[in-house]
């Protein structure tokens, strides 16, 4: 039996912006029915090329070969013509409007005079969704849904445009285990079905379950590309970074400090119940727990984003009620949201305005900003952090997830904060980026600053914590030190099987 056939090709493409070349004679090679993966750090160029291959950038040069001809991709609605599907990280969907409605968008199958035919637009969104064997009614309406059922949304609204070639952008940076098994398991129903995906992930274990081939990019150049079965997790490692990362997880230990935070008996009505601890200098505290266990509740509540009913929180021995971030900002604390673009970045402000916003007033006379300090201040976060951005005045929105992310961090850094709550400090994150800001982490802590990291990655939770608080619906569910923890004990207290 001979191999498959090429489904897609693209040969030295190449592609600059504005003092930045992002990709540099670069290529893929997909077969039909096989889930390829793309691996690279952040700002390697793996979303430039798909915004490439579905229309929403154009190329400078370079060829683009579908099923052995040649194509000229002019824009999105054209990629779709020619069977090419993308999935983003953040889902395109409209909450408000049904399932149904959602696949059709833009397309609604329609009667004479144009007026919609439902019925017509249900019927045929059903048969996709059955298809795909997903027990989602078409009529629901998509706000009702759950992430990983509103990605299988996104699969079944790429489907409708009969899609061969298949783009997963991180499709499960925010799903429980349970939902990304249900997620393969449609991956698996769609290879069956001959449709070719391309699938981007920094979670290296995906890659061995699902991949059968990956390539392999950095700071915008083709290394290769490998079969899953021959190769492993140190290769691709050193194919993605140039380096060996001998240390994954590079925890130092520093002596606990004096008392930096406690709260006591914090409770929000259907959110948390009687939840205390402390944070002291120096610490690493992890905070696991699955999804909707109250641990971003907990951080929300703590930053004075939400409100709680009753509880004290003590910031170095002093009782405080925060009913604003300002409040708690002004305090020493510093909050690294989840969601780095809607809620920790102006993505339209440049790399400078970003890291100085929360501390504006330091940088202000009389109201008036002193951009040179500013700048002084942004350039030497960004050094530090090792943030690649052609200067210092770029907007945000033009850089990797990874450096964005370092934006984030320069933030809570220029605050001067010495609590810090890192909630999912490296989801969407490259293994290069994830150990500077482990480093990051060490040296914060060397400083004398405490840290509350939440993360749904367990190995991570192991591998930087000085102490782990498991969480389940709203309570506290365990405390382990360091040396005590196993995944299997965090599990079950997640769980709520512990015997």
């Known amino acids: 039996?001979?191999?498959?056939?090429?489904?897609?090709?693209?040969?030295?493409?190449?592609?600059?912006?504005?003092?930045?070349?992002?990709?540099?004679?670069?290529?893929?090679?997909?077969?039909?029915?096989?889930?390829?993966?793309?691996?690279?750090?952040?700002?390697?160029?793996?979303?430039?090329?798909?915004?490439?291959?579905?229309?929403?950038?154009?190329?400078?040069?370079?060829?683009?070969?579908?099923?052995?001809?040649?194509?000229?991709?002019?824009?999105?609605?054209?990629?779709?013509?020619?069977?090419?599907?993308?999935?983003?990280?953040?889902?395109?969907?409209?909450?408000?409007?049904?399932?149904?409605?959602?696949?059709?968008?833009?397309?609604?199958?329609?009667?004479?005079?144009?007026?919609?035919?439902?019925?017509?637009?249900?019927?045929?969104?059903?048969?996709?969704?059955?298809?795909?064997?997903?027990?989602?009614?078409?009529?629901?309406?998509?706000?009702?849904?759950?992430?990983?059922?509103?990605?299988?949304?996104?699969?079944?609204?790429?489907?409708?445009?009969?899609?061969?070639?298949?783009?997963?952008?991180?499709?499960?940076?925010?799903?429980?285990?349970?939902?990304?098994?249900?997620?393969?398991?449609?991956?698996?129903?769609?290879?069956?079905?001959?449709?070719?995906?391309?699938?981007?992930?920094?979670?290296?274990?995906?890659?061995f379950t699902i991949g059968d081939r990956v390539t392999v990019f950095r700071d915008g150049h083709y290394i290769g590309t490998e079969s899953i079965a021959e190769v492993d997790r140190g290769k691709l490692i050193r194919m993605m970074v140039g380096r060996s990362l001998d240390e994954q997880f590079p925890k130092q230990k520093v002596k606990a400090g004096a008392e930096l935070l406690r709260v006591e008996g914090l409770t929000r009505k259907g959110e948390l119940h009687d939840i205390s601890f402390s944070l002291h200098r120096g610490e690493v505290l992890g905070i696991s727990g699955l999804m909707g266990s109250g641990r971003t509740a907990l951080a929300r509540a703590l930053f004075g984003v939400d409100k709680h009913d009753s509880g004290t929180v003590f910031v170095h021995g002093k009782a405080e009620v925060f009913r604003s971030p300002r409040q708690a900002i002004n305090r020493g604390l510093g909050f690294l949201t989840e969601d780095r673009k809607s809620q920790g970045l102006v993505l339209a402000l440049s790399v400078r305005e970003n890291i100085c916003l929360p501390s504006v007033e330091r940088f202000s006379r009389l109201g008036v900003v002193d951009e040179t300090r500013e700048l002084e201040a942004a350039e030497k976060y960004c050094k530090e952090l090792r943030i690649k951005t052609p200067h210092i005045n770029q907007q945000v929105v033009y850089l990797s997830g990874g450096n964005q992310q370092k934006v984030v961090l320069s933030k809570l850094l220029c605050t001067e904060s010495d609590i810090l709550i890192f909630d999912e400090p490296t989801r969407g994150i490259d293994v290069g980026s994830k150990v500077e800001i482990y480093e990051l982490m060490n040296a914060l802590a060397a400083r004398g600053a405490g840290i509350i990291m939440i993360s749904s990655e367990l190995p991570e939770i192991l591998g930087m914590s000085d102490r782990i608080i498991v969480m389940e619906q709203g309570k506290i569910a365990a405390e382990f030190s360091a040396e005590e923890a196993t995944q299997e004990a965090i599990l079950s207290h997640a769980i709520g099987e512990a015997q």
């Open 1 to 207: 039996m001979g191999e498959p056939r090429i489904a897609l090709e693209m040969r030295n493409i190449h592609k600059t912006f504005p003092g930045v070349v992002a990709l540099d004679n670069m290529q893929l090679e997909l077969r039909e029915g096989e889930v390829h993966v793309l691996l690279g750090e952040n700002g390697a160029g793996k979303s430039t090329l798909m915004k490439i291959l579905s229309g929403a950038y154009r190329k400078d040069s370079g060829q683009i070969f579908l099923n052995g001809e040649e194509a000229q991709i002019q824009g999105p609605k054209q990629a779709q013509e020619l069977g090419i599907g993308i999935i983003y990280q953040e889902l395109n969907l409209v909450p408000y409007l049904t399932v149904g409605e959602n696949i059709f968008l833009g397309r609604e199958p329609r009667k004479l005079l144009g007026v919609i035919d439902q019925r017509a637009l249900f019927a045929l969104a059903q048969e996709i969704l059955d298809r795909l064997g997903l027990s989602i009614d078409a009529r629901t309406v998509v706000d009702e849904l759950g992430v990983a059922e509103q990605q299988m949304v996104e699969v079944a609204k790429a489907l409708s445009l009969n899609a061969r070639v298949l783009i997963m952008d991180e499709p499960s940076s925010a799903l429980t285990e349970k939902e990304i098994t249900q997620l393969f398991k449609t991956i698996a129903r769609l290879k069956r079905k001959g449709v070719s995906i391309i699938y981007i992930s920094h979670r290296m274990d995906e890659l």
